[in-house]
T-cell receptor, first 109, second 112 residues
Framework: GIQVEQSPPDLILQEGANSTLRCNFS?????LQWFHQNPWGQLINLFY???GTKQNGRLSATTVATERYSLLYISSSQTTDSGVYFC???????????FGAGTRLTVKP | NAGVTQTPKFQVLKTGQSMTLQCAQD?????MSWYRQDPGMGLRLIHY???????DQGEVPNGYNVSRSTTEDFPLRLLSAAPSQTSVYFC???????????FGQGTRLTVV
């Protein structure tokens, strides 16, 4: 199956800093999603982005499907951005969605 | 709009007990799935369904059963709980396979 690798595994920022999270995948994909898992464990959809660039407030994402990677940008980080960010891909003939191991982000005040 | 609803939120089982984790969605989604999340790991697919009456195995199906008698509901059954099944379980739905997925709030299961 498709392998999904996220980097960095852990990231500590000062409030107001910017960051880039990366997701690499091993094969062609039909879609890609970014999720934020908040400290209460809830998974929140951030972007559904099989290709191209999307922006939502301080967050934006870019997927370059031909080069098999996606980037999540967080600008002017806030303490509420803390949590784990997951990339998940769906590809090929399989009906399953494969998750990366996540990037744990801690934003300090 | 409730979205995806999972019950219970927390459960403690003894080894060998059985139970059913409930999942319901009100978005008329055809595709539903169950994942488990273990510490430090991403989510792994247990079982999925592409529509009522159709289910299939995911990456880690052993020890779990599912059925899909209606579009709305997709219960996950643990037939004989084992400590290795201690995990957080998430149910998800989407309009069809590969489209934007929405997750329930999770069920934290502990098997002692």
């Amino acid at each position: 199956g498709i392998q999904v690798e996220q980097s960095p595994p852990d990231l500590i920022l000062q409030e107001g800093a910017n960051s880039t999270l990366r997701c690499n995948f091993s094969d062609s994909v039909n879609n890609l999603q970014w999720f934020h898992q908040n400290p209460w464990g809830q998974l929140i959809n951030l972007f559904y982005i099989p290709s191209g660039t999307k922006q939502n407030g301080r967050l934006s994402a870019t997927t370059v499907a031909t080069e098999r990677y996606s980037l999540l940008y967080i600008s002017s980080s806030q303490t509420t951005d803390s949590g784990v960010y997951f990339c998940a891909v769906h590809g090929g003939s399989n009906n399953d969605m494969r998750f990366g191991a996540g990037t744990r982000l801690t934003v300090k005040p | 709009n409730a979205g995806v609803t999972q019950t219970p939120k927390f459960q403690v089982l003894k080894t060998g007990q059985s139970m059913t984790l409930q999942c319901a969605q009100d978005m008329n989604h055809e595709y539903m799935s169950w994942y488990r999340q273990d510490p430090g790991m991403g989510l792994r697919l247990i079982h999925y369904s592409v529509g009522a009456g159709i289910t299939d195995q995911g990456e880690v199906p052993n020890g779990y059963n599912v059925s899909r008698s209606t579009t709305e509901d997709f219960p996950l059954r643990l037939l004989s709980a084992a400590p290795s099944q201690t995990s957080v379980y998430f149910c998800a739905s989407s309009y069809s396979a590969g489209l934007e997925a929405f997750f329930g709030q999770g069920t934290r299961l502990t098997v002692v």
